[in-house]
Protein backbone atom coordinates (compact mmCIF):
# COMPACT_ATOMS: atom_id res chain seq x y z
CA UNK A 1 0.00 0.00 0.00
CA UNK A 2 1.58 3.27 -1.50
CA UNK A 3 -0.39 5.84 1.14
CA UNK A 4 -0.03 3.99 4.43
CA UNK A 5 2.46 5.43 5.92
CA UNK A 6 1.28 8.55 5.34
CA UNK A 7 -2.09 7.06 6.67
CA UNK A 8 -0.33 6.34 10.07
CA UNK A 9 1.04 9.61 10.85
CA UNK A 10 -1.95 11.23 9.79
CA UNK A 11 -4.32 8.91 12.72
CA UNK A 12 -1.33 10.03 15.16
CA UNK A 13 -1.54 13.10 14.70
CA UNK A 14 -5.53 13.31 14.71
CA UNK A 15 -4.65 11.45 17.52
CA UNK A 16 -2.78 13.81 19.27
CA UNK A 17 -5.09 16.38 18.16
CA UNK A 18 -8.44 15.34 19.76
CA UNK A 19 -6.95 13.59 23.09
CA UNK A 20 -7.25 16.79 25.16
CA UNK A 21 -10.43 17.75 23.65
CA UNK A 22 -11.98 13.98 24.24
CA UNK A 23 -11.03 14.09 27.87
CA UNK A 24 -13.06 16.74 28.88
CA UNK A 25 -16.40 14.45 27.49
CA UNK A 26 -15.41 12.00 29.72
CA UNK A 27 -12.11 10.54 28.77
CA UNK A 28 -10.65 7.26 27.51
CA UNK A 29 -13.76 5.28 26.70
CA UNK A 30 -15.44 7.47 24.12
CA UNK A 31 -12.18 8.13 22.67
CA UNK A 32 -11.01 4.30 22.28
CA UNK A 33 -14.49 4.11 20.94
CA UNK A 34 -14.62 7.09 18.26
CA UNK A 35 -11.11 6.25 16.88
CA UNK A 36 -11.95 2.49 16.54
CA UNK A 37 -14.81 3.08 14.57
CA UNK A 38 -13.06 5.06 12.49
CA UNK A 39 -9.78 2.64 11.39
CA UNK A 40 -12.34 0.20 10.79
CA UNK A 41 -14.42 2.77 8.35
CA UNK A 42 -10.99 3.62 6.66
CA UNK A 43 -9.47 -0.06 6.68
CA UNK A 44 -13.18 -1.13 4.86
CA UNK A 45 -12.81 1.31 2.29
CA UNK A 46 -8.78 0.88 1.60
CA UNK A 47 -9.95 -3.14 1.67
CA UNK A 48 -12.39 -2.50 -1.02
CA UNK A 49 -10.60 0.31 -3.39
CA UNK A 50 -7.87 -2.36 -3.39
CA UNK A 51 -9.93 -5.78 -4.00
CA UNK A 52 -12.35 -4.38 -6.30
Same mark, same amino acid.
Given at each position: ????QGYVKLT??????? +??? /??? %?????? +??? /??? %????????????WYTR
Amino acid at each position: MRHSQGYVKLTAAARDHW +RPN /MDE %FGGGFI +RNV /MIG %FALALAFSIIYVWYTR
